[in-house]
C-alpha cells in the first residue's frame, strides 16, 4: 500500500468554480445503503449520484429541453468514508463541456450522527465525484445540447471544450492469477428502459472488495467506465486482477457475431487517492 510521506497530500478532483451556481439536496442515510462497518457502499454512492441528477433536472429547465442523459464514466474519490447514522448534502455542478456532454461535479458531504448501534463520534464525511454525461435524444443517439443548457452549464465553468479520453485499460487480459467469477443479476438490477443500472455495477464492485479490505480503509478513488449496455438475461463474467495497490475489473458479456466469445462491458479500477507534492 502506498504512504503518504511528508511533503506529499491526497488529490482529488478539481473544486468549483469560485461563485458558480450548483445544485443542493439532502438525502438521508438509510440502512439498506451500508455494509457490515456501517460505511456507505459504492453501489449507494451511484444511487444518490442518480437522485440528484434527477432531482437537479426536475428543477431546471432541462426537465424539458434536455430530459435524456446517459453516463459513459464515473469517477468516485472517497476521501472521508460516510457512515450510517448521517444525512448526506449533495452539491451538483458542471465542471466542462463541449457541446454534447459534460462532466458533472457532484460533492457529498455529510456530518455523523450517532445512535445506540453506532454510538461513537466520527469525522466529517467526504465523497468528491464527476460523471462524464453525454446529451442524448430519444433514440438513444448523442445529441447537442440545448442552447438554453449549454448557457446554464457554461457559465459554471471556463473548460468548454471538454474531450473524451479513457482512464482505465479496456482490453482484458487473457488470463489473470484470480479465476473468473459469474456475477448474477436479478430483474430488479434494471431500469425501465431494461439497460443495468448504473449501482448494479458497483455491486459487483463491492463483492471484489470484501477481498480487499485495505483498499477502503484508506482514501481510494474508483473509476468506472461503461462501454456496453446489458440488458436482462445477460451473464456477467467478472475478470481482475491485484497488481500492488491497484485492483482492476472487467466486466465480460457475450459477444461476437455468433456471442460464443466474451467483450467488455464496463471496466473498473480501484487505487489509493493520487498522491502530488504539497
Known amino acids: 500500500m502506498s504512504q503518504v510521506t511528508a511533503g506529499q497530500r491526497r488529490t482529488s478532483l478539481p473544486d468549483r468554480k469560485e461563485g458558480a451556481r450548483f ?13 457490515q462497518e456501517m460505511r456507505v457502499r459504492l453501489d449507494a454512492v451511484a444511487r444518490y449520484l442518480q437522485d440528484v441528477a434527477n432531482d437537479n433536472i426536475e428543477a431546471t429547465e432541462l426537465h424539458a429541453t434536455d430530459p435524456f442523459w ?7 474519490d472517497v476521501v472521508r468514508p460516510i457512515t450510517w447514522p448521517a444525512t448526506v448534502t449533495a452539491q451538483r455542478w458542471c465542471g466542462a463541456l463541449s457541446t454534447r456532454w459534460t462532466n458533472m461535479r457532484v460533492r457529498l458531504t455529510a456530518k455523523h ?10 469525522p466529517d464525511g467526504l465523497i468528491e465525484t464527476e460523471a462524464f454525461w453525454i ?7 448523442p445529441s447537442r445540447l ?12 471556463d473548460e468548454h471544450r471538454l474531450r473524451w479520453k479513457p ?9 489473470t492469477p484470480l479465476p473468473d467469477r459469474e456475477h448474477v443479476l436479478r430483474i430488479t438490477d434494471f431500469d425501465p428502459f431494461k439497460h443495468l443500472n448504473n ?7 463491492e463483492d471484489e472488495l470484501v477481498d480487499h479490505p485495505d483498499l477502503v480503509d484508506v482514501p481510494h478513488r474508483v473509476v468506472i467506465e461503461y462501454l456496453r449496455p446489458i440488458v436482462p438475461g445477460t451473464r456477467i463474467t467478472l475478470r481482475r486482477i491485484r497488481e500492488g495497490d491497484r485492483l482492476s475489473v472487467w466486466l465480460l458479456v457475450p459477444g461476437g ?22
Request: no cysteine; glycine share 4%; proline share 7%.
Open 23 to 35: 445544485f443542493q439536496a439532502d438525502y438521508r442515510v438509510r440502512t439498506g445503503d451500508v455494509d
Open 70 to 76: 446517459i453516463v459513459r464514466r464515473t469517477v468516485i
Open 113 to 122: 450522527d450517532t445512535n445506540r448501534f453506532n454510538p461513537n463520534p466520527r
Open 135 to 141: 446529451n442524448v435524444n430519444e433514440q438513444g443517439m
Open 146 to 157: 440545448s442552447d438554453e443548457a449549454f448557457e446554464m452549464l457554461s457559465s459554471m465553468t
Open 167 to 175: 482512464m482505465n485499460p479496456e482490453k482484458a487480459p487473457e488470463q
Open 199 to 205: 449501482a448494479a455495477y458497483l455491486e459487483a464492485v
Open 257 to 278: 457475431a455468433k456471442g460464443d466469445e466474451q467483450v467488455v462491458a464496463a471496466t473498473v479500477v480501484v487505487s489509493p487517492l493520487p498522491v502530488a507534492e504539497a
